[in-house]
């Protein structure tokens, strides 16, 4: 019965990751012709499939990122407008279309499609975007990025002038092995054009003072996924590699490769106690690369704790995290009548207190992140923390944390720190 009960709640986390539904659980009853069978039935909640909804975000890294290094600036917020269709045709295919102003213009589309034959393992989708820039980041000063905007080039009155402009489309085909294992191939188009302004401020921005980047680019994703849940797991690991290629030799704007490796470990304790840890480690080639696909830590979730305020950029680099942390509480409120639409009735929300320590390394053969105070040298970070999760995916960090630099601050920060 003990092993009926580990596969009915691995069941559950199935069901709960396709991302369909609110809340799954399942119940085991014995049938009444007493025999050894058993019945097992899931409860499912759907969730809201049909999301318009409005933009309205900073254009920044992070809160913190916004506050001190923008000086909370009141021109750097995005906002528009947001379709999102989940589940269309009632077969987890889902469409995305947005309109975006403010900071950056930004027009996308994509489609995607899990599964297109009958087996259920080949899956294709789409993406296209169109963006506009009239500030972009044209250096980084000690580990900090250095804006620009059209109005200081160009005067104020002089109308509405684009720094930069971005087209990228891509087709990828998945294949799902098994429920745990998937892998994916994209072929993509990327092309950068910037002012020829920039392109003489820093003539590593696309490389060799060119003001046009243009690349045909494929990457393929091996990702074996053993998480109980993948907003914030508390049990599994992860094991995630991805391998791409910049420019195929059609256009001759560049030529860059790399190779990215994450393995994450969850594991519950006892009394509400869990573990977690990550390795990242990351590497590319040739040395000589432009600004602008330069990688590094600080963007995205590839972030060290304590260093929300620093872009470390880098040819390879190598990132270690670990946490500890108890569960604090898990509820579930119930709005009743108050909320008319019975997807959004009922609110689970659960608290964790923890503490952390991350480490790493990044390696920057140029003297393009001028004046680094953050490369080539190893870096750590400590700190106590609460984290905030609730329904549709949605996570909050509230962080104080102490770095190499011996910097202390209270950082907040959203998605799964590990």
Do not use: C
Not at 22 to 41: C, L, P, R, Y
């Amino acid at each position: 019965m003990l092993e009926l009960r580990k596969l009915v709640k691995l069941d559950e986390n199935k069901i709960f990751n396709t991302g369909l539904f609110n809340s799954v659980q399942g119940e085991i009853a014995f049938i009444e012709s007493g025999g050894n069978d058993v019945e097992v039935k899931f409860f499912i909640e759907e969730r809201w499939y049909i999301w318009p909804s409005i933009i309205f975000n900073l254009a920044d890294r992070n809160f913190s990122d916004w506050l001190f290094n923008q000086d909370a600036a009141t021109d750097r917020f995005e906002y528009g407008f947001r379709f999102d269709q989940f589940n269309v045709r009632g077969l987890n295919e889902k469409l995305r279309v947005m309109a975006q102003f403010g900071f950056k213009r930004r027009f996308t589309m994509g489609y995607r499609i899990p599964y297109i034959n009958k087996k259920q393992k080949l899956g294709i989708g789409f993406n296209s975007s169109y963006s506009e820039f009239d500030q972009i980041d044209i250096k980084n000063i000690k580990d900090k990025r250095e804006f620009i905007d059209a109005d200081s080039l160009f005067g104020d009155n002089s109308g509405r002038n684009l720094l930069s402009t971005r087209f990228y489309t891509s087709l990828d085909f998945t294949y799902r092995e098994n429920f745990y294992n998937a892998h994916a191939v994209a072929l993509s188009y990327n092309q950068i054009s910037v002012a020829d302004t920039i392109a003489i401020l820093n003539p590593d921005y696309l490389g060799n003072g060119k003001s046009v980047q243009r690349s045909l680019n494929l990457r393929y994703n091996f990702r074996r996924d053993f998480r109980d849940r993948n907003n914030y797991p508390l049990k599994g690991f992860l094991i995630d590699v991805t391998v791409e290629k910049n420019g195929l030799g059609i256009f001759n704007d560049i030529n860059q490769g790399s190779l990215n490796l994450k393995v994450s470990r969850y594991k519950p304790l006892k009394h509400n106690f869990n573990i977690a840890s990550s390795i990242t480690a990351y590497t590319s080639f040739p040395q000589n690369q432009p600004y602008t696909t330069l990688n590094g830590l600080g963007f995205a979730n590839e972030l060290l704790k304590g260093y929300e305020l620093y872009v470390i950029q880098g040819q390879h680099y190598i990132m270690h995290k670990s946490e500890l942390k108890k569960r604090l509480f898990s509820i579930e409120a119930n709005l009743g009548k108050l909320m008319p639409l019975k997807q959004f009735r009922k609110v689970p929300i659960a608290g964790y207190v923890k503490i952390y320590f991350d480490q790493g390394y990044v390696e920057n053969n140029l003297d393009i992140s001028t004046g680094s105070i953050l490369s080539n040298r190893y870096l750590y970070s400590y700190g106590v923390g609460v984290d905030l999760v609730t329904y549709y995916d949605a996570v909050l960090r509230l962080e104080y944390s102490v770095n190499a630099l011996n910097e202390a601050g209270f950082f907040i920060n959203v998605k799964a720190g590990i």
